[in-house]
């Protein structure tokens, strides 16, 4: 078998490790090697990139795709959504999911990897649909967690699921680090009785376990793992490239193009240390999320929370409330936004001294049922404190919402090129049209020059 490798650095690696601000150029000179080290994949788009590029970076994202996919003839790219979310934090409307993976998948995308932070596979309906409908490579994604109902058993059916709705791969999204060795090894292994669509493992560094979890996963015949060149690797990020390329025999990795490629990247990390936009914290490992099962991310967002209310004595509490408001509310994965929600929440509880006296709108949304169907029934008395005996929604959340192209159309007018302005637009309304205002005004340099002649 030969294992497959998704090099992640321009996505997560430094997503994770550097606040996502790598610019185009600084990408572009080394894309052409990338494309030659013989990678199934590169990750470099989704997530927080298209973010930061118009809130951070002044790029226009949609075009850094264009220049990237130019130089890259060999090598899939690939790209992040969060279903029905696609790159933001709600859910849209159907017409703009389309749209918006229509646009990703002509732009240059070949491979959409899709997930819904509760697993509730009809967030993800839409983008599978669109996804096929535009010939792109839809890979249906399990976030993983754990709980009392996410056992392996729990997640093979998950697995069938998604081969149902037709997707052609599988991603295991074990986005906190906590996917145990051995546990990974029985995972992959029960999957692949069920299916043949190859699997791929994504994991982060965080907590220490994550090369021995992809060794035990090699072992169980994972197809595909996700890994960052070095320079991009380890705390918070993924394992890096280059090991695996030289401890896999007959694999068509070319080692010494990987270290040419870690090489170039080096200073370029050094120059964001050095700016301190590298935290030497994401370099931390936290053992401490195996043990109270929470993501390294929430356990310092928790640390600051108390820090403000000076309450940092309450702690080791509120670690211990997590898991109990978790239970109430049927165990929803530590993952955004539900690892804020969860976290806020188990504050609240434990520094106002009643469970649930005070209650953040998300989590009552959730309660709601808005953001999809909770893994198990969330607990009626919590449900009854939190709703009241309003009635919870339980179709899919997105049938709820109108059609939204022709509005945001309307909204940004003028300043919109293209459906892909648009498109910036619908997703971060406030940071597009700044980005969008700044683009029609001339260039300072231009104006010199000008009044010069
Ligand atoms: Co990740």
Redesign the pocket.
Known sequence: MKLKITE?SLR?GH??LIATRLKTEEILPIIEKMDKAGFHSMEVWG?ATFDSCIRFLNEDPWERLRLIREKVKNTKLQMLVRGQNLLGYKHYADDVVEEFIKKSIENGIDIVRTFDALNDFRNIETTVKSIKKYNGHCQGCIAYTTSDVHTVKYYVEKVKELEKMGVDSICI?D?AGILLPETGYELITEMKKVTELPIEL?T?CTSGIAQMLYLRAIDAGVDII?TSISPFSGGTG?PATEVYAQILQGTERDPELLSEIADYFKPIKEKYRKEGILNPKVMDTEPKTLVYQVPGGMLSNLMSQLEQQKALDKYEQVLKEIPRVRKDLGYPPLVTPLSQMVGTQSVFNVLLGERYKVVPKEIRDYVKGLYGKSPAPIDLEIQKKIIGDAEAFTGRPADMIEPEMEKFKAEIGELAKSTEDVLMYALFPENARKFLENRNKPQVEEIEINLFV
């Open positions: 992640t997560d997503q994770s997530g999204k986005m994504h982060h996700d993924q």
